[in-house]
């Protein structure tokens, strides 16, 4: 028997290959997808053995019905039930801001309907710009907690930034405030001493999706790409920025990192929390007991109207991707996007080319420099049909710009977690404050301008003469974009 095994092994294993195969296209065919997708798909399963199999696994798989935790032990608590009642606005009070919001209450709509995202009256934002301006106001927030901090981030390494944090949370924890810390496995890195010094100190901190190999699983898992800090239920964070010296500038002369964050005093504070609970159950294995005290009432009486919207393989609908298509489909006046990586869904290039040939003013702001070859080069392979459609497109010279934010009109601006790319549209955890206010959205409007002062504008005809190398390689770069 091994004998023959041996003789035929390839034969064997084709054989298991097919059968294999069999289930898969069974299974494509009874999804109902888009038929040129199902056609591509199985032509790929049969004509190359092994690796179509591979290509169908990380490429064809629908992650968000895969539910990763359960959302329903967090928000069927009685008490997370009561506060979502308490600050959801009632009908009366929808309607005054649908005269003052027009067109983008359809966004507020979507939101509440896809995943009862409620949208926040009572809030005081701040924009942050840079790491420097977000970590000396969270440090002082942090410095005041009285009852509880919770953090939740893609990326903490205890370096000189994340020593200081981690010093401070320490501090806290043996004063009596209760910390609990959420890391994400891949891209989080803190060394022993600092996690026994957390741990010693009263510091729960528990990691996300834990990994073998890193450098191997890294993209091809779900991650937990959020970004959030809460301080005693009353004050909030959340952005592009992760705790390490990358993203306060400390390298001098290597690399500037630009990027953007905001500040919450408010109702927007409290789904903020839901959110981080949700998380908190799951990587911590236990039902955490949900009282009042994280819940605080909301004592500022500032309007300032925020939607918090949260989507990953958890959501039923990929949320946040379905705002930046409605707010770019109802825009009158203009579109401006900032992203580090735009890698987007054909709905997202479709929405940004409708609406340039319809005279709205878009523009797009990329880096110049990535911190990733393929992510770059699959970038660049989307750039030609948006400059051929009347977008504006921008490479951002000083530094690398990491900041998620889009503005739109005067009035709905988004700063959060959630890059232009398949991955944060459908595979990562991701989450953004959307702001209805116009006194931010023009202070967001005007950190965009200044932006374009570090920035070169990229002109058609120069870009479609580039070198046939490059396009060879943003070509291949664009086959891994669903990895990305």
């Known amino acids: 028997m091994i004998e023959y095994i041996k003789e035929h092994i390839w034969s064997l294993l084709l054989g298991l290959n097919y059968i294999l195969v069999i289930f898969a296209i069974a299974i494509i065919l009874f999804k109902n997808i888009n038929p040129t997708k199902t056609i591509t798909y199985i032509l790929v399963l049969v004509m190359f053995p092994f690796i179509g199999l591979l290509v169908y696994y990380f490429f064809g798989q629908e992650y968000r019905k895969s539910k990763i935790f359960n959302r329903k032990n967090v928000l069927n608590k009685s008490i997370v039930k009561k506060i979502s009642e308490d ?12 005269d003052l919001l027009d067109e983008k209450m359809k966004l507020v709509h979507l939101l509440y309907n896809s995943e ?33 901090i919770h953090l939740e981030y893609y990326i903490l390494k205890d370096d000189n930034i994340g020593t200081q944090l981690i010093d401070i949370i320490c501090e806290r924890a043996r004063n009596g405030v209760s910390v609990k810390v959420s890391v994400d496995d891949v891209g989080s890195k803190i060394s022993n001493k ?43 964070y959340v952005g592009g920025i992760n705790v390490s010296d990358n993203y306060v500038n400390y390298k001098n002369g290597e690399s500037f990192w630009r990027d953007t964050h905001v500040r919450i005093v408010g109702e927007a504070v409290k789904p903020l929390q839901v959110n981080f609970l949700m998380t908190w159950n799951f990587v911590s294995n236990s039902d955490l007991k949900i009282t009042e005290e994280l819940f605080p009432e909301v004592k500022t009486k500032h309007e300032t109207a925020v939607q918090i919207s949260a989507s990953g393989p958890d959501t039923n609908w990929p949320n946040i991707m379905e705002a930046m298509f409605v707010s770019i489909n109802r825009a009158e006046d203009y579109v401006y996007v900032t992203t580090p990586y735009f890698i987007p869904n054909d709905e997202i290039i479709t929405a940004l080319q409708v609406a340039a040939k319809s005279n709205i003013d878009v523009r797009l702001i990329i880096p110049k420099m990535s911190d990733s070859w393929t992510a770059k080069h699959a970038t660049n392979s989307y750039i030609e049909p948006l ?45 953004n404050a959307i702001i209805y206010d116009k006194k931010t959205s023009v202070e967001l409007k005007q950190h965009f301008l200044d932006d374009l002062k570090e920035s070169e504008e990229l002109d058609l005809k120069r870009w479609q003469e580039r070198p046939i ?9 664009r086959l891994w974009s669903p990895l990305l």
């Not at 921008?394 to 710009?401: L, P």
């Open 116 to 148: 009862h995202t409620p949208l926040t009256r009572y809030n005081e934002v701040a924009l942050l710009k840079n790491g420097k301006t977000k970590f000396k106001l969270l440090f002082e927030d942090l410095k005041k907690a009285k009852h509880h």
């Open 387 to 431: 400059l051929e459609a009347g977008v504006k497109v921008y490479r951002y010279c000083n530094g690398f710009i990491h900041a998620k934010t889009m503005v739109v009109d005067d009035i709905l601006s988004t700063v959060g977690t959630t890059n232009m790319d398949h991955r944060s549209f459908n595979i990562n955890f991701e989450i």
């Open 194 to 236: 600092a996690k026994r010094k957390m741990k010693e100190s009263g510091v729960e901190c528990n990691v996300f999706m834990p990994v073998l190999f890193r450098g191997f699983t890294g993209k091809l898992n779900y991650r937990n790409h959020r970004k959030i800090a809460i301080i005693d239920g009353e004050i909030g």
């Open 469 to 477: 190398s490059n396009k060879l390689k943003e070509s291949y770069a």
């Open 87 to 98: 600050f959801t606005l009632n009908s009366k009070e929808l309607e005054e801001f649908d």
